[in-house]
């Protein structure tokens, strides 16, 4: 008996997978769209008056026409064959408002394309046009089919993301381009999902620094990371103490240049393989790092096919960068051969090696050398005001934001400290660091009206959540974790909380934000042997 009951019950399942399959194909039959979307894999259909195509077999794919539609001036070739032969494909973009996506779909009637949910005028998602005829930038665009040389007639509209991503805590957003025909129900509608991602954020350390001491161990990557940014990170530490100097090395033009260069090309690499369109970055660059960031712009390379003649950079914010020099450099480059009686601190000798019973006089050089903060490799004769690298650094004219410190209200003993060191330096006791140092208010290492860069600035308010326009400076802030930070509720300018939150918001936002260009007033003196 149990034998007979176990055949029945095997007959009984496969007369069920019979009639299951049976269905299945009827339903396939009369909507072929689930077929069509499980093939894709691109469509969601959030509501029930949205489906794929019905009528046609046509499917639509989204393209990165760079390089291969990218002219040498950097525009979008509009051949219809060339387009048709295209064939990397993309699940989104980053959102630099300038890279672009081909919505390519074989068909051979008119198409209307439109970002779901927005008005015509509305371009906060992006906008599109038709690859081939001539019309404003809209979030709706109607397209007629080209023929292509091989006779086949192809529809194809093109998508620019915005310019900026006001996403929280995310790296990206979904929007939906849907598809349609308006003189044909039978169609149906296509629904086409294309992720923006934030910009990815190039992070460059300045003189003496590295990545660890600048960005992770002061947890600003992280707090980037947290906000939904995606931080990489260029590395010069071998050549950190050499100069900024634009046209140090021809056709590199530095080695944090060159660092700059080869972490973009990296990233970009990266985003490829995930298959996200991609054509700039944004940089935040901490004191010298900001003016490798400009001169990166200056290279020859800088503007290419690559990023439609745009510059790789999308917009640069500098922190506690001297745009215009760092007076200090100058006293320790003046002074690097004068020797001092040094124990645990510098004890002024009038630049005469004598010897004193219980110190050893050094010259300044090995004193910091041995500090392992070299003052002989050029960055510091860079830094000098007045130099030659700064005459090579011309007005960068990105979108910029500049961040500047102040050691006051609170930094007082750190203040003390520094005037200390820098009136036996000098073998001057009444030394006036701000007055005779900075000429004026300063993080310690960088005069406020060099650390804006020529861009207008007021202090950072108490309590406040707007951030100004253009430049802030933040109080009793001081340049790095080198200042001894002897006082209490005084931060570096890389491991401040409120700093750390104000660059987040900062790439989160509209371009006016930013001011055009940054260095106002540079020199801008280039070799011509460069």
Same mark, same amino acid.
């Given at each position: 008996?149990?034998?007979?009951?176990?055949?029945?019950?095997?007959?009984?399942?496969?007369?069920?997978?019979?009639? %299951?399959?049976?269905?299945?194909?009827?339903?396939?039959?009369?909507?072929?769209?689930?077929?069509?979307?499980?093939?894709?894999?691109?469509?969601?259909?959030?509501?029930?008056?949205? %489906?794929?195509?019905?009528?046609?077999?046509?499917?639509?794919?989204?393209?990165?026409?760079?390089?291969?539609?990218?002219?040498?001036?950097?525009?979008?070739?509009?051949?219809?064959?060339?387009?048709?032969?295209?064939?990397?494909?993309?699940?989104?973009?980053?959102?630099?408002?300038?890279?672009?996506?081909?919505?390519?779909?074989?068909?051979?009637?008119?198409?209307?394309?439109?970002?779901?949910?927005?008005?015509?005028?509305?371009?906060?998602?992006?906008?599109?046009?038709?690859?081939?005829?001539?019309?404003?930038?809209?979030?709706?665009?109607?397209?007629?089919?080209?023929?292509?040389?091989?006779?086949?007639?192809?529809?194809?509209?093109?998508?620019?993301?915005?310019?900026?991503?006001?996403?929280?805590? %995310?790296?990206?957003?979904?929007?939906?381009?849907?598809?349609?025909?308006?003189?044909?129900?039978?169609?149906?509608?296509?629904?086409?999902?294309?992720?923006?991602?934030?910009?990815?954020?190039?992070?460059?350390?300045?003189?003496?620094?590295?990545?660890?001491?600048?960005?992770?161990?002061?947890?600003?990557?992280?707090?980037?990371?947290?906000?939904?940014?995606?931080?990489?990170?260029?590395?010069?530490?071998?050549?950190?103490?050499?100069?900024?100097?634009?046209?140090?090395?021809?056709?590199?033009?530095?080695?944090?240049?060159?660092?700059?260069?080869?972490?973009?090309?990296?990233?970009?690499?990266?985003?490829?393989?995930?298959?996200?369109?991609?054509?700039?970055?944004?940089?935040?660059?901490?004191?010298?790092?900001?003016?490798?960031?400009?001169?990166?712009?200056?290279?020859?390379?800088? #503007?290419?096919?690559?990023?439609?003649?745009?510059?790789?950079?999308?917009?640069?914010?500098?922190?506690?960068?001297?745009?215009?020099?760092?007076?200090?450099? #100058?006293?320790?480059?003046?002074?690097?051969?004068?020797?001092?009686?040094?124990?645990?601190?510098?004890?002024?000798?009038?630049?005469?090696?004598?010897?004193?019973?219980?110190?050893?006089?050094?010259?300044?050089?090995?004193?910091?050398?041995?500090?392992?903060?070299?003052?002989?490799?050029?960055?510091?004769?860079?830094?000098?005001?007045?130099?030659?690298?700064?005459?090579?650094?011309?007005?960068?004219?990105?979108?910029?934001?500049?961040?500047?410190?102040?050691?006051?209200?609170?930094?007082?003993?750190?203040?003390?400290?520094?005037?200390?060191?820098?009136?036996?330096?000098?073998?001057?006791?009444?030394?006036?660091?701000?007055?005779?140092?900075?000429?004026?208010?300063?993080?310690?290492?960088?005069?406020?009206?060099?650390?804006?860069?020529?861009?207008?600035?007021?202090?950072?308010?108490?309590?406040?959540?707007?951030?100004?326009?253009?430049?802030?400076?933040?109080?009793?802030?001081?340049?790095?974790?080198?200042?001894? #930070?002897?006082?209490?509720?005084?931060?570096?300018?890389?491991?401040?909380?409120?700093?750390?939150?104000?660059?987040? #918001?900062?790439?989160?936002?509209?371009?006016?934000?930013?001011?055009?260009?940054?260095?106002?007033?540079?020199?801008?003196?280039?070799?011509?042997?460069?």
């Amino acid at each position: 008996m149990g034998n007979i009951s176990v055949k029945n019950d095997v007959k009984l399942t496969l007369t069920w997978i019979v009639i %299951v399959l049976a269905l299945t194909f009827v339903i396939v039959l009369v909507n072929p769209a689930i077929i069509y979307g499980l093939e894709e894999g691109n469509s969601t259909y959030p509501n029930q008056n949205t %489906v794929s195509l019905t009528s046609t077999n046509s499917k639509p794919v989204l393209l990165d026409p760079n390089p291969s539609l990218i002219d040498k001036n950097g525009n979008l070739i509009t051949d219809i064959t060339q387009a048709t032969n295209t064939n990397d494909v993309r699940l989104g973009t980053v959102s630099d408002g300038i890279s672009k996506l081909l919505i390519r779909i074989p068909y051979d009637s008119k198409l209307q394309f439109s970002i779901r949910d927005h008005p015509t005028d509305d371009l906060t998602d992006g906008k599109l046009s038709s690859l081939t005829t001539s019309s404003s930038p809209s979030s709706v665009v109607s397209v007629d089919p080209q023929k292509t040389t091989n006779g086949k007639l192809m529809v194809i509209a093109f998508y620019t993301p915005p310019t900026f991503l006001n996403q929280n805590k %995310v790296d990206h957003k979904v929007i939906h381009v849907i598809i349609s025909d308006p003189n044909n129900s039978s169609f149906g509608k296509v629904d086409l999902p294309i992720q923006i991602h934030r910009l990815p954020v190039v992070l460059v350390h300045g003189l003496w620094e590295t990545p660890d001491n600048t960005w992770i161990d002061t947890n600003f990557t992280n707090a980037l990371g947290a906000n939904g940014l995606n931080p990489y990170i260029a590395d010069y530490t071998a050549h950190n103490a050499k100069t900024f100097d634009p046209y140090d090395i021809p056709r590199i033009g530095n080695y944090g240049i060159d660092s700059i260069r080869s972490k973009i090309h990296d990233v970009i690499d990266d985003y490829h393989t995930r298959s996200i369109a991609i054509s700039q970055v944004d940089i935040v660059g901490h004191s010298m790092g900001g003016l490798m960031a400009r001169g990166f712009v200056q290279q020859d390379d800088y #503007k290419s096919p690559q990023n439609y003649m745009e510059g790789y950079v999308h917009r640069l914010i500098t922190i506690g960068t001297p745009h215009f020099g760092a007076q200090l450099a #100058k006293i320790l480059f003046d002074h690097r051969d004068d020797c001092y009686y040094y124990n645990s601190q510098i004890i002024t000798s009038e630049g005469a090696c004598l010897i004193i019973p219980t110190f050893e006089p050094l010259p300044l050089k090995t004193i910091y050398q041995v500090a392992g903060l070299p003052i002989d490799q050029g960055g510091v004769q860079a830094l000098s005001p007045g130099s030659e690298a700064y005459s090579h650094l011309c007005q960068t004219s990105v979108p910029s934001y500049a961040i500047a410190g102040s050691w006051r209200p609170n930094a007082i003993n750190d203040h003390s400290y520094e005037q200390t060191l820098f009136g036996n330096i000098l073998s001057n006791p009444s030394f006036d660091l701000d007055k005779d140092g900075f000429h004026g208010n300063n993080d310690l290492q960088v005069n406020i009206t060099s650390q804006t860069g020529g861009l207008h600035s007021i202090f950072r308010s108490p309590g406040t959540h707007d951030i100004p326009n253009e430049s802030e400076i933040y109080p009793s802030i001081v340049h790095s974790d080198a200042v001894n #930070k002897l006082d209490q509720n005084v931060f570096s300018e890389l491991d401040s909380p409120l700093i750390q939150q104000d660059v987040t #918001k900062l790439l989160a936002s509209p371009d006016n934000k930013f001011a055009d260009a940054i260095g106002i007033g540079s020199v801008c003196h280039i070799p011509a042997n460069r």
